[in-house]
Every structure is written in structure tokens, then in C-alpha cells.
């Protein structure tokens, strides 16, 4: 059973790392996959021949798109297993449960599946998730593999749980080993543009200044201002992540700026509104005098202007 066990984790591996940046990838998932669709729900036992792999991750709500990358990524490798004969003439399932990247949730899909048979855990996909299950993992000895929890705490909790993808302080460096590795800047003049910030150490910008007849009129230039020319690598990519943004004023001393979606929500939209006009207050100039904010709208994409007063910013 212990050869066996050892082949069952390698095939999680391999199944797992079909999509090992799905957490902290922005591509785009189709989530009426017909590899979703096969999912197994049925609860089985090694010793009848069957063995249950679980997996947990957000396959609703606003992070499903990472969820749903791993659960057609498992269940393709599942069944290319099976259709091989399985592991040791035993057949794998795959239970995933959605967790809808919230912890609590997360916690109770783990304990539904220990009573559906899990033998191993893919998951979770997310870190917040990960952390809090990996705490249960590690009480039942249950092997753990998340194949996107980048937070340092998603695999802590015991020897029994192991990760695929970097660490988020990580990112940044193995990011430079890439391109230092893949003659990014070629590529980049050759035309390829699959990314929407570009983050350089100082000695960096040497090289990448060949870049900015590319780069400029896209507006992804490294500039110090903007904290994208930094020797913490590794903050810079968590603050991009989190959805950082650049703004500046244009030829008419106007600033133009999103400050989230529709579907964000006015508690939301609120908060990243404040945020930005703090930031504008904070950088005043101490020689500016009078009224630093003239005026302020807000607006859709294709909707009307509303005139917002900005008094309480005291600028």
C-alpha cells in the first residue's frame, strides 16, 4: 500500500502542476469545461479498488476562475491515469468542494471529504484557504498539495504539506531568473506584450531602458515615482498584485484614473475612491497655493458625470 500511495501522490503532482500558476494567473477560464463536468462525487475506498483524491478551491464567486483552472487541470490528468490503468489496478476519483476562497468554507469542504474517503488533498488553490486548512491537514497527517497557495503560512503547518508554486516573496526573484534566462527583452521587441506591469531592480534599467520606444506609449515603463524601479522586488509584485495603480496628470493638468467596477460595489468603489483622492492630497506640493482640487467626477464607461465634492480632503 505504500508503493502504492507513493505513485497516487506523484499523479496528484503531475495533475496538479498542469496548473500550477492558476492562483496567480489573470487568464481566463471556461468554467462550463466539459473536464468539469466529469467530476466524480462518489465516495470510495482504496482497498475496493477505488481510490478518492479530494480537491478544494473557489469554483464560484469572484476567484472561480482559479478554482475551476485546477479542477479541469486534475480531472484531465485523473482520467488520463485511468485510461492508462490507474495506479497499481486501482481507479482515481477526483471530489472537489468550492470553497468560494473563504477559509471557514474551505475548512468545512476538508471535513466533508475526510468522511467521502480522501486519501490526499489538491488544494486549496488559494492562500487565506490554504492556511486554514493546512492546520487540519497537518492534525490528520493528510498529504497536502497546493498547486497555487503562494502565501509563505499556506504550508507550514507539517511536514505532510507541499506547494508548487513560489512563495510570494519568491515571485519577484524567480521573475528576474526568467528573464535574465529567456532573453525577455528580445522578445518583448520582437512583439510579445502578455503582461501589465514591468517591475526593475536599478542595475536593471540599463537594460530594460532599450525598451522604452516599447514600452513607453503603453504607458509600462519602470519609473522610480511610480515604485516599479525598486531594489524590493518582492513588494513591488504583492503591491501589483493587490491592484495598485499609477495616475498622472495630462497636458491639461487633469487626472484620469479608474477607481474599480460596477460590479465591485458602492462600499468598495467608495474606499478605493478615498484612497486615490488621499493619495492626490498627500502629494500637494508645499509651494502650491489655494485650492489644489478644482474639481472632481465621477463616472461609467459610458455613463454620465457626477460631480463629487472633495472639501473633506481639505485640499
Known amino acids: 500500500m505504500k508503493n502504492a500511495f507513493r505513485k497516487v501522490a506523484a499523479a496528484t503532482l503531475a495533475a496538479a502542476m498542469m496548473v500550477p500558476f492558476a492562483g496567480c494567473s489573470k487568464n481566463e477560464s471556461n468554467n462550463d469545461s466539459s473536464a468539469a ?5 462518489s465516495v470510495a475506498d482504496g482497498e475496493n479498488g477505488k481510490l478518492v483524491i479530494g480537491g478544494i478551491g473557489p469554483i464560484t464567486g469572484a476567484a472561480a ?10 480531472q484531465l490528468a485523473v482520467n488520463e ?6 495506479v497499481n489496478g486501482m481507479t482515481l476519483e477526483l471530489n472537489f468542494q468550492d470553497d468560494e476562497h473563504d477559509p471557514e468554507k474551505s475548512v468545512n469542504a476538508y471535513n466533508t471529504l475526510k468522511d467521502a474517503g480522501m486519501k490526499l488533498l489538491v488544494g486549496t488553490v488559494t492562500s487565506a484557504p490554504c492556511v486554514a486548512v493546512s492546520a487540519e491537514a ?19 503547518a507539517g511536514d505532510n504539506c507541499f506547494r508548487v508554486c513560489f512563495t510570494d516573496p519568491g515571485q519577484g526573484k524567480i521573475a528576474a531568473d526568467y528573464i535574465a534566462d529567456n532573453d525577455t527583452v528580445a522578445k518583448i521587441n520582437g512583439g510579445w506584450m502578455d503582461f501589465e506591469v514591468v517591475i526593475a531592480t536599478p542595475d536593471m534599467m540599463g537594460v530594460v531602458g ?5 514600452l513607453g506609449p503603453r504607458g509600462l515603463m ?17 503591491e501589483a498584485k493587490a491592484g495598485k495603480i499609477e495616475y498622472r496628470l495630462d497636458k491639461a493638468n487633469i487626472i484620469h484614473c ?11 468603489l467608495e474606499q478605493n ?10 502629494a500637494k506640493p508645499a509651494a502650491a497655493k489655494g485650492q489644489y482640487i478644482k474639481s472632481c467626477t465621477v463616472s461609467s464607461t459610458m455613463g454620465p458625470g457626477v460631480k463629487v465634492s472633495t472639501i473633506k480632503f481639505g485640499v
Open 37 to 41: 463536468d466529469n467530476s466524480v462525487t
Open 65 to 74: 476562475v482559479y478554482g475551476n483552472a485546477v479542477k479541469n487541470g486534475a
Open 81 to 86: 491515469i485511468n485510461a492508462a490503468g490507474g
Open 138 to 156: 497537518a492534525k490528520d497527517n493528510m498529504f497536502l498539495l497546493t498547486p497555487s497557495g503562494s502565501a509563505i503560512d499556506a504550508i507550514t
Open 210 to 214: 532599450r525598451l522604452g520606444k516599447v
Open 222 to 238: 519602470p519609473n522610480p515615482k511610480a515604485g516599479t524601479v525598486t531594489p524590493d522586488v518582492a513588494k513591488a509584485v504583492q
Open 258 to 268: 479608474p477607481i474599480g467596477k460596477a460590479s465591485f460595489g458602492a462600499e468598495k
Open 273 to 282: 475612491f478615498n484612497a486615490l483622492m488621499e493619495a492626490v492630497a498627500k
